[in-house]
């Protein structure tokens, strides 16, 4: 019989095993009450391996050119960083390029990725980037495919200073927009900054901002927490469109510049001492 190997962390596999356990001892006294050694009708043809992993532990890293999970052939890689790598790969059979984000943690982080990936792929809004497909590779790694995007990032065009109001409107709503669809879908974004937003042209040759990188659970920026000292929450990315905002109105970051999470107290009375004075 084919033996399957299952790679899943200790977290995934603990409530599989709890189900197996009864499952086992049943079919273990089924075969020796039998006499022959042969089982009976309930023994597993196939005998099931489960390797288990500790939550939390470092999958190896993938490497150019490799097959990943058996359809994406990696190209180039993007991005290390924070647990998730991102790369341009080629899914196969189809020959489609895609953007392949691969969390090589294991545990709730894991789960979380796939919860947020799995309502993303449901979701379809002209100022997201798309969401393919998801899974658990035979490594123990969960990935999430999406459009390749080409455009400008934002943070190129406010390294030339502010932008014009009518560009400036249709930024805010699109990325608003974008947002919005996002928390509808019960997905924070958690990094939203000018290096997320990518600028596209639409059909009619208009601009159109479309939000990039949300849910990856890389790790968030100390800079975008709260004067409530939030972080990685809906009410966060709130704060974060706000500074997003201003800065690209403005062409400077709002309280003299990035806001160092050590400093939230202060921020907050520099925040209500602007408020006082106008």
């Known amino acids: 019989a084919t033996t399957e190997i ?14 197996f356990k009864p499952r086992l001892i049943k079919n273990s006294q089924e075969t020796s009450s039998n006499g022959d050694g042969a089982g009976t009708e309930g023994t597993p043809s196939s005998p099931v391996r489960i ?20 359809r994406f052939r990696l190209q180039t890689c993007l991005e290390r960083r924070g647990g998730v790598e991102k790369w341009l790969a080629l899914q196969e059979p189809m020959v489609r390029r895609v953007l392949l984000e691969v969390l090589t943690q294991s545990g709730e982080r894991a789960d979380s990725f796939l919860m947020d990936a799995s309502a993303l792929a449901a979701t379809r809004h002209e100022n997201l980037a798309a969401v393919y497909d998801l899974g658990r590779a035979e490594d123990g790694s969960v990935w999430r495919s999406s459009e390749v995007m080409h455009g400008f990032v934002l943070r190129e065009v406010l390294n030339q200073g502010p932008m014009a109001r009518t560009r400036l409107r249709a930024l805010v709503r699109d990325v608003a927009d974008g947002v919005a669809e996002l928390h509808n879908s019960g997905v924070v974004h958690g990094n939203l900054s000018a290096e997320a937003v990518l600028l596209e042209q639409d059909v009619d040759d208009d601009e159109l901002a479309r939000v990039t990188a949300y849910g990856t659970h890389g790790g968030h920026n100390p800079s975008l927490r709260t004067p409530e000292n939030e972080l990685g929450t809906m009410a966060a990315d709130v704060y974060a469109l706000g500074l997003l905002f201003h800065q690209a109105a403005t ?26 004075s106008r």
């Open 51 to 70: 390797r288990l992993r500790a939550a939390g532990e470092e999958i190896p890293p993938r490497q150019e050119g490799q097959v990943y999970d058996g």
């Open 6 to 19: 299952y790679t899943l962390s200790l977290h995934d596999a603990l409530p599989i095993l709890s189900t």
């Open 251 to 276: 062409g400077k970051r709002p309280v003299g510049g990035k806001v160092d999470p050590s400093r939230s107290e202060e921020h907050t009375s520099e925040l209500q001492s602007q408020k006082t």
